[in-house]
């Protein structure tokens, strides 16, 4: 008998989720948009996965828009979207308010209305963090939480009016999980995830979706480009290893695609990579025991040192390990997507 009922138990769950699943396949295919023909603007694209998007966006017809700060890496990166559709490039200083509502006119004259904002800005300092520094949390902080707020709000009025629209921020897995030698990074997607979260939440009955995204790592030669504290070698080596190797790594390319199909649909939230998606599972039923782990694992990553304060990039702090063939996958990324500069 007891079996019988725990069948049954078993057998209305499956329904239930069934039943579930199949209205949210329902629901998504009500909300998709075809980006084609759509103003798209990429804040942060002109390399790494801001760059892929882009290329992405302009593969699926869309109209793209993308700024960064440093013009010669702009320019690199708008002659080769150029190839594959209409692009409008311009430097912008995206912890700048009176920069960023200058650019969105800039692409409202070039292109019309906008219809999708992705927020994909981002700095990372690794280290220790008894070696940063207040500024480290600021530049985080205005990068990560207030550019794509005042990016939001400057888009929300035409959006709202339309009653169409997508904005999606490109936070992280360390928004969901706080990652050890990362904390001004993780504290300010921390933010940016409930900003995200809060904000789909109200725009929803407008007519705007916005879409949480929290990658987890991705080959897109990012590190080359991050900031190291600290012993900066052996943090650069940890940091681009794990980034390239594949068991724990995504292609930026595959996440590109991903994220673009939660965009189009309207999904409230994406976690890429499996490993990512297990973590942050894991760490919704057993916070406690996450916690304990990450301890393990600053314990184990490379110590404070004494004069190690000085502030290093990933270009600056090669070593026998990276580059090397464990970094193989990420530096082939960093060529692709424009992580390097070329020599004069």
């Known amino acids: 008998m007891r079996k019988i009922i725990t069948l049954r138990r078993v057998l209305r769950f499956s329904a239930l989720m069934g039943a579930a699943a199949a209205v949210r396949s329902l629901v998504r295919r009500?909300?998709?948009?075809?980006?084609?023909?759509?103003?798209?603007?990429?804040?942060?694209g002109s390399r790494g996965l801001g760059l892929v998007l882009a290329r992405e966006l302009l593969r699926r017809g869309a109209r793209v828009a993308i700024c960064a700060r440093e013009e010669d890496e702009l320019e690199r990166a708008?002659?080769?979207?150029?190839?594959?559709?209409?692009?409008f490039a311009s430097a912008c200083d995206l912890t700048s308010r009176s920069d960023i509502l200058r650019f969105l006119t800039e692409v409202r004259d070039e292109l019309g209305p906008i219809d999708v904002l992705i927020n994909n800005a981002g700095v990372m300092v690794v280290g220790p963090a008894e070696l940063m520094t207040v500024d480290d949390y600021d530049e985080a902080m205005r990068t990560h939480l207030w550019a794509p707020l005042h990016a939001?709000?400057?888009v929300l009025p035409e959006m709202r009016q339309r009653r169409t629209g997508r904005i999606v921020n490109i936070a992280s897995i360390g928004g969901k999980l706080?990652?050890?030698h990362l904390v001004p990074y993780t504290a300010s997607k921390f933010a940016l995830v409930g900003l995200s979260a809060g904000m789909r939440a109200e725009l929803v009955k407008d007519g705007v979706y916005v879409t949480t995204v929290c990658p987890g790592l991705m080959r897109t030669g990012s590190p080359r480009?991050?900031?190291?504290?600290?012993?900066h070698r052996a943090e650069y080596a940890w940091f681009d290893i794990a980034d390239s190797l594949p068991l724990l790594s995504t292609s930026a390319e595959h996440a590109a695609r991903e994220i673009l199909d939660a965009c189009e649909h309207g999904d409230p939230e994406l976690v890429t990579s499996l490993p990512?998606?297990?973590?942050?599972?894991?760490?919704?039923l057993a916070p406690g025991l996450v916690q304990e782990l990450l301890g393990v694992v600053a314990r184990v990553l490379p110590a404070a040192r004494p004069g190690g304060r000085a502030r290093r990039t990933g270009a600056e702090s090669e070593s026998p390990l990276a580059p090397s063939i464990l970094t193989a996958l990420g530096d082939a990324a960093a060529r692709r997507n424009n992580e390097i500069k070329p020599e004069k």
Do not use: C, H, S, Y
């Open 225 to 231: 480009n991050a900031a190291f504290r600290g012993d």
């Open 276 to 284: 990512a998606k297990l973590a942050v599972r894991i760490g919704a």
């Open 30 to 44: 009500r909300r998709r948009i075809d980006l084609a023909g759509k103003v798209a603007i990429v804040a942060g």
């Open 152 to 154: 939001m709000t400057a």
């Open 178 to 180: 706080a990652v050890p």
């Open 78 to 87: 708008r002659v080769e979207l150029a190839a594959l559709g209409e692009v």
